[in-house]
């Protein structure tokens, strides 16, 4: 009987889990729940949150809350005291945010879904959370740039004191801190490609343009990026006169590049058709049929015609190999030379038929143009050269 008993238990909840499902605030109390099962009461405490915000009256996320924010709240606290003291700066100024973020969180909800979870308001905490996290990232960055000397290593130093101004506006000099490492992390670059004129296209242009679309599309990056074109081809003899502006040089130069213009080719076949004829009901009748069967009705003939079945193709591409140099203007090092190979192509087929009563030809939809392939062309060449450049100098 126990058995059975609990059978039925079990039954229910897959029955009631299920039926949740069917609703976006059901689904989501679900990931809160299957959060909680694995011990990620933080992350459940967002989603409940955010489904609260929407829907203030769902017992089922209101039930789960209840439950779940004291833990998450506790169980944080203790992982801040534990790393208090531990010289990992970085995860205590970050457990410590997450605090704040769990009392934050209530200010997001309406008063009765606090009375109703047993929660507060309690601005004393906010105020407390707020400097200790601000304080505890501007820590971290004053330690991490106790070791840092390289672009990447002065960008962290820079979000960390970023991310204490941005928690407390006013807490110390972390504004002037940011700044100054900012400064020290940027990414000067400087990057000449050369003129390159194909069909009324600058191929040059082209690829400058895509790329540095490709590299704006970093967005964690741009803020510590100044990219900058020259009219100049820049030696390691010149870099002393320019390091003061600049400490990454790109030179690209475009190698080689090829058009093959469209090229059509046919080929001929010689087909059959079958004229069907029969009688029926005294009216005589013809149709057109591909193939004769092996077995003929009694009373119906086929007669068999020839016609000229032709497979028209047509294809063109154009392909450009790229050549580029990074180079550490400060140290007068080229950090990577390498060449980049692209081709696009298009390629068309259709069919044409002379002698068919009733076939008709295929439509040609025709090639792309110069201008369109060369476009193509040069977005798939930016694409892996700012791929490439990125992976050297961030």
């Known amino acids: 009987m126990k058995k059975l008993n609990l059978l039925l238990i079990i039954i229910c909840i897959f029955t009631f889990s299920s039926c949740r499902s069917l609703t976006s605030k059901g689904r989501s109390v679900n990931k809160a729940e299957k959060l909680i099962e694995q011990g990620e009461y933080y992350n459940s405490v967002n989603v409940l949150v955010e489904v609260l915000q929407k829907n203030p009256d769902y017992i089922d996320a209101l039930d789960t809350l209840r439950e779940v924010y004291p833990v998450a709240l506790n169980n944080k606290k203790i992982l801040v005291q534990s790393l208090e003291t531990s010289n990992n700066y970085i995860k205590l100024a970050e457990e410590k945010e997450k605090v704040l973020s769990l009392y934050n969180s209530l200010r997001l909800l309406k008063n009765e879904v606090l009375a109703y979870i047993g929660q507060s308001i309690n601005y004393e905490e906010i105020q407390y959370w707020t400097v200790t996290s601000s304080e505890s990232y501007y820590k971290a960055g004053i330690e991490r740039s106790k070791i840092s000397n390289t672009l990447k290593s002065y960008e962290e130093v820079a979000l960390l004191f970023k991310k204490s101004y941005e928690i407390l506006p006013t807490f110390e000099d972390s504004l002037e801190k940011y ?213 050297i100098i961030l």
């Open 179 to 391: 700044k100054e490492y900012k400064k020290l992390a940027m990414r000067r670059i400087v990057y000449f490609i050369p003129n390159y004129i194909f069909a009324d296209n600058n191929l040059g242009k082209l690829i400058e343009k895509e790329f540095r679309i490709n590299i704006d599309r970093s967005s964690n990056f741009n803020e510590f990026l100044s990219l900058n074109p020259s009219k100049n081809i820049y030696n390691t003899g010149d870099f002393e006169k320019i390091k003061d502006d600049y400490n990454i040089y790109i030179n690209i130069k475009i190698m080689d590049f090829n058009y093959n213009p469209p090229v059509k080719t046919e080929r001929r076949y010689t087909d059959y058709y079958y004229e069907k004829s029969y009688t029926e009901n005294n009216i005589k009748y013809n149709e057109i049929v591909n193939s004769r069967p092996q077995k003929v009705e009694e009373g119906v003939t086929y007669k068999r015609y020839s016609y000229t079945k032709v497979k028209n193709e047509e294809h063109t591409s154009i392909s450009m190999s790229l050549k580029y140099e990074i180079y550490d203007i400060e140290n007068s090092i080229l950090l990577r030379e390498a060449f980049i190979n692209k081709e696009v192509s298009d390629f068309d087929t259709w069919y044409t038929y002379y002698g068919h009563p009733i076939k008709h030809n295929d439509f040609n939809m025709g090639l792309k143009s110069k201008e369109r392939l060369v476009e193509e062309l040069c977005k798939n060449i930016s694409e892996n050269l700012s791929s490439e450049i990125l992976k």
